[in-house]
């Protein structure tokens, strides 16, 4: 808790409003004694509550009725509003509804947010995105869906170019014969490894790798391409052990409980993506060591990553989100498949992240009523717009 307020006091020295997001439902009884992230932390930081309702999943009268019911007096007193998410088709027929709500919970009902088609991050491995299979545009790029992946988005910026498809396979068949191999981050690196090698996966990516199909490893994925995965304290996998990597960089990962994560630019050094500049980040536990040629400098010249001829590996998060590395690996792949990129021109991710945030945030202002939102912060509508 004193590291949650930090963190909360010192965004409130830089920004006016600040925006809580809870994590599932606000009356889990069973729970309330140690929540940090719903009522718990609305009480420490004094803060006014939305509900929220997912209407797509439906019976979102008795959510939204059933969870008012189930907070104390106090946490009720907290809550200036409800709102439904995710409506599909004419509000108008919800207005009853709506209106026997806002009677039964004493509280208003301030918007109805529709279902938007909006492209953004999504927060766990249930994305639809990882449902693709099958690839339309020249270059396919198979992504293995591990059991424990993580970071997924770093590709979506991949799936914007005009002339990649990005798929996520979870076996041999699936796989197929691919123009690159992404082995992506994952929350637990050896169990992942294991499945990797029992589902037959590995031997598929290792004769690509022999026939000089591109593979790419990210985080936990660089760290499997390796030759040795050692975890002394079972920090890792929950027992001590060492396993073989897929040899195929030189380099050997130590896994330890302490967790490194640094923000990060640089510029790639490994051909042929030779000058690609890089801002992302790491997140990871284990130190590798590295017997080959880096992937790329950071800005305090520290060298990081490995290449071996067809084979790239990075602990770098968000490594295509500048533009410039895609740019570099769609030219790559091009020319292997004799492929003009010319008419291809890369998206910028900061860009198109912005502009789907614009298209949310523009969706919910203009369902909500956001006299009573500000109201509710004890402030005026700067906009003065209302739903």
Same mark, same amino acid.
């Given at each position: 808790?004193?590291? =949650?307020?930090?963190? $909360?006091?010192?965004? #409130?020295?830089?920004?006016?409003?600040?925006?809580?997001?809870?994590?599932?439902?606000?009356?889990?009884?069973?729970?309330?004694?140690?929540?940090?992230?719903?009522?718990?932390?609305?009480?420490?930081?004094?803060?006014?509550?939305?509900?929220?309702?997912?209407?797509?999943?439906?019976?979102?009268?008795?959510?939204?009725?059933?969870?008012? @019911?189930?907070?104390?007096?106090?946490?009720?007193?907290?809550?200036?509003?409800?709102?439904?998410?995710?409506?599909?088709?004419?509000?108008?027929?919800?207005? *009853?509804?709506?209106?026997?709500?806002?009677?039964?919970?004493?509280?208003?009902?301030?918007?109805?947010?529709? $279902?938007?088609?909006?492209?953004?991050?999504?927060?766990?491995?249930?994305?639809?995105?990882?449902?693709?299979?099958?690839?339309?545009?020249?270059?396919?790029? #198979?992504?293995?869906?591990? *059991?424990?992946?993580?970071?997924?988005?770093?590709?979506?910026?991949?799936?914007?170019?005009?002339?990649?498809?990005?798929?996520?396979?979870?076996?041999?068949?699936?796989?197929?014969?691919?123009?690159?191999? =992404?082995? *992506?981050?994952?929350?637990?690196?050896?169990?992942?490894?294991?499945?990797?090698?029992?589902?037959?996966?590995?031997?598929?990516?290792?004769?690509?790798?022999?026939?000089?199909?591109?593979?790419?490893?990210?985080?936990?994925?660089?760290?499997?391409?390796?030759?040795?995965?050692?975890?002394?304290?079972?920090? @890792?996998?929950?027992?001590?052990?060492?396993?073989?990597?897929?040899?195929?960089?030189?380099?050997?990962?130590?896994?330890?409980?302490?967790?490194?994560?640094?923000?990060?630019?640089?510029?790639?050094?490994?051909?042929?993506?030779?000058?690609?500049?890089?801002?992302? $980040?790491?997140?990871?536990?284990?130190?590798?060591?590295v017997r080959g040629e880096p992937f790329c400098t950071h800005a305090d010249g520290t060298k990081e990553g490995c290449t071996n001829q067809n084979v790239f590996g990075t602990y770098l998060h968000g490594l295509f989100d500048s533009g410039e590395l895609t740019e570099k690996l769609a030219e790559y792949l091009c020319a292997r498949k004799g492929i003009d990129p010319a008419a291809a021109v890369p998206v910028s991710m900061e860009e198109y992240r912005r502009?789907?945030?614009?298209?949310?945030?523009?969706?919910?202002?203009?369902?909500?009523?956001?006299?009573?939102? $500000?109201?509710?912060?004890?402030?005026?509508?700067?906009?003065?717009?209302?739903?």
């Amino acid at each position: 808790i004193p590291d =949650i307020l930090r963190a $909360y006091n010192s965004l #409130a020295e830089d920004f006016d409003v600040i925006v809580i997001e809870g994590a599932g439902s606000p009356a889990e009884i069973n729970l309330k004694a140690d929540d940090i992230v719903n009522m718990g932390l609305a009480k420490l930081v004094d803060a006014p509550v939305l509900l929220v309702g997912d209407i797509d999943r439906g019976g979102v009268f008795a959510q939204l009725f059933g969870t008012v @019911e189930l907070l104390e007096t106090d946490e009720r007193d907290r809550i200036k509003g409800l709102v439904i998410n995710k409506f599909r088709g004419d509000v108008e027929i919800l207005r *009853p509804g709506l209106s026997m709500l806002e009677d039964k919970t004493h509280l208003p009902v301030l918007g109805v947010v529709p $279902y938007l088609r909006v492209d953004i991050e999504d927060e766990d491995s249930l994305s639809e995105r990882l449902e693709k299979k099958d690839a339309v545009r020249p270059l396919d790029i #198979a992504v293995i869906r591990l *059991p424990h992946i993580s970071n997924f988005t770093d590709f979506m910026v991949l799936e914007q170019h005009p002339l990649m498809d990005v798929r996520y396979v979870q076996n041999t068949r699936e796989l197929g014969a691919p123009d690159l191999v =992404i082995l *992506p981050g994952t929350k637990n690196t050896v169990e992942d490894l294991l499945w990797l090698r029992q589902s037959g996966l590995e031997a598929v990516i290792l004769k690509l790798a022999a026939k000089e199909t591109p593979v790419l490893g990210v985080c936990g994925g660089y760290q499997m391409l390796g030759e040795t995965l050692h975890d002394p304290d079972g920090s @890792e996998s929950g027992r001590p052990q060492t396993l073989r990597g897929l040899n195929l960089l030189p380099t050997e990962t130590t896994f330890c409980a302490e967790k490194h994560r640094a923000q990060v630019t640089g510029e790639v050094i490994a051909a042929p993506f030779t000058g690609a500049m890089l801002t992302g $980040y790491e997140i990871h536990t284990g130190n590798t060591i590295v017997r080959g040629e880096p992937f790329c400098t950071h800005a305090d010249g520290t060298k990081e990553g490995c290449t071996n001829q067809n084979v790239f590996g990075t602990y770098l998060h968000g490594l295509f989100d500048s533009g410039e590395l895609t740019e570099k690996l769609a030219e790559y792949l091009c020319a292997r498949k004799g492929i003009d990129p010319a008419a291809a021109v890369p998206v910028s991710m900061e860009e198109y992240r912005r502009e789907q945030l614009d298209i949310l945030a523009d969706g919910v202002r203009n369902s909500l009523d956001m006299n009573a939102v $500000y109201r509710a912060m004890g402030m005026e509508n700067p906009r003065g717009c209302q739903a």
